[in-house]
């Protein structure tokens, strides 16, 4: 079995792109994995089926990041059904895209509400249940350290604010042996943003390697944070890009 074997973890907005390759690798690394989902309950089974293929156990939980009683909710009742938390993974995530000054007041809150608030709200419902050697991983943005073009100001802005997030829980949860981090992915082949989609050539241009990264990729960093190489790796930021940030 992997690194993570008898441990459960929580993957917020699992049923599609990263959070589901997080989720199936975390599975293959031995955890029992809880995913969330806003809409797409067959889509979040199809992930449930990838984990227990694997043979593990897999729940889906239909939780909208926007609403804090439901991410705490989703938190208590992973630990209450697969019977304990391990791994916290803060993944949900909208993609707010125009013009700052066109910004208005709904999408400023939801977009603060769906990365900021939720990914608070729900390491505090986990820092109930995790012990040590307990993971907290959120997923943030490259677009947090350099914005690279017009238009992301929010994004960027919400994303950022995972930074502090991170650093700050690193101080409060590591005399009980958790660690914190934050994985910042860049252009990642994903529905949402295909390397052969609209500006994909454009995205590729700003990396040093000349290339999008897969799901499979930062998933990949996540496991190692994760398990017990990760242990002594808090209160930071790590870039995916492909060195788009180098």
Same mark, same amino acid.
């Given at each position: 079995?992997?690194?993570?074997?008898?441990?459960?973890?929580?993957?917020?907005?699992?049923?599609?792109?990263? +959070?589901? %390759? =997080?989720?199936?690798?975390? /599975?293959?690394?031995? &955890?029992?994995? !809880?995913?969330?989902?806003?809409?797409? #309950? @067959?889509?979040?089974?199809?992930?449930?089926?990838?984990?227990?293929?694997?043979?593990?156990? +897999?729940? %889906? =939980?239909?939780?909208?990041? /926007?609403?804090?009683? &439901?991410?705490? !909710?989703?938190?208590?009742?992973?630990? #209450? @059904?697969?019977?304990?938390?391990?791994?916290?993974?803060?993944?949900?995530?909208?993609?707010?895209?125009?013009?700052?000054?066109?910004?208005?007041?709904?999408?400023?809150?939801?977009?603060?509400?769906?990365?900021?608030?939720? #990914?608070?709200?729900?390491?505090?419902?986990?820092?109930?249940?995790?012990?040590?050697?307990?993971?907290?991983?959120?997923?943030?943005?490259?677009?947090?350290?350099?914005?690279?073009?017009?238009?992301?100001?929010?994004?960027?802005?919400?994303?950022?604010?995972?930074?502090?997030?991170?650093?700050?829980?690193?101080?409060?949860?590591?005399?009980?042996?958790?660690?914190?981090?934050?994985?910042?992915?860049?252009?990642?082949?994903?529905?949402?943003?295909?390397?052969?989609?609209?500006?994909?050539?454009?995205?590729?241009?700003?990396?040093?390697?000349?290339?999008?990264?897969?799901?499979?990729?930062?998933?990949?960093?996540?496991?190692?944070?994760?398990?017990?190489?990760?242990?002594?790796?808090?209160?930071?930021?790590?870039?995916?890009?492909?060195?788009?940030?180098?």
């Amino acid at each position: 079995m992997g690194d993570l074997t008898g441990r459960v973890a929580l993957v917020t907005g699992g049923s599609r792109g990263i +959070g589901a %390759a =997080v989720a199936l690798r975390l /599975a293959r690394e031995g &955890a029992d994995v !809880a995913v969330t989902y806003l809409a797409s #309950a @067959e889509r979040a089974a199809e992930v449930v089926r990838s984990i227990e293929k694997e043979g593990r156990q +897999g729940l %889906a =939980v239909q939780a909208d990041s /926007a609403d804090p009683v &439901a991410v705490a !909710a989703a938190v208590d009742r992973t630990a #209450a @059904e697969l019977g304990r938390l391990d791994v916290l993974v803060n993944n949900a995530g909208v993609f707010p895209y125009g013009p700052f000054e066109e910004v208005d007041l709904a999408e400023l809150d939801h977009t603060l509400a769906v990365h900021v608030r939720s #990914a608070f709200v729900a390491a505090q419902a986990a820092s109930r249940h995790l012990g040590p050697g307990g993971r907290i991983i959120s997923i943030g943005s490259n677009l947090a350290e350099r914005v690279s073009a017009p238009g992301v100001t929010l994004y960027a802005m919400s994303k950022a604010a995972l930074t502090g997030l991170t650093r700050g829980l690193a101080r409060e949860l590591g005399p009980r042996g958790i660690t914190v981090n934050v994985v910042q992915p860049g252009s990642t082949d994903t529905d949402m943003n295909p390397a052969d989609g609209p500006g994909a050539d454009g995205q590729r241009a700003l990396t040093a390697l000349g290339s999008f990264q897969t799901a499979e990729d930062v998933a990949a960093t996540v496991a190692h944070l994760a398990g017990e190489s990760g242990r002594t790796i808090t209160g930071i930021a790590l870039l995916v890009d492909s060195g788009a940030n180098a």
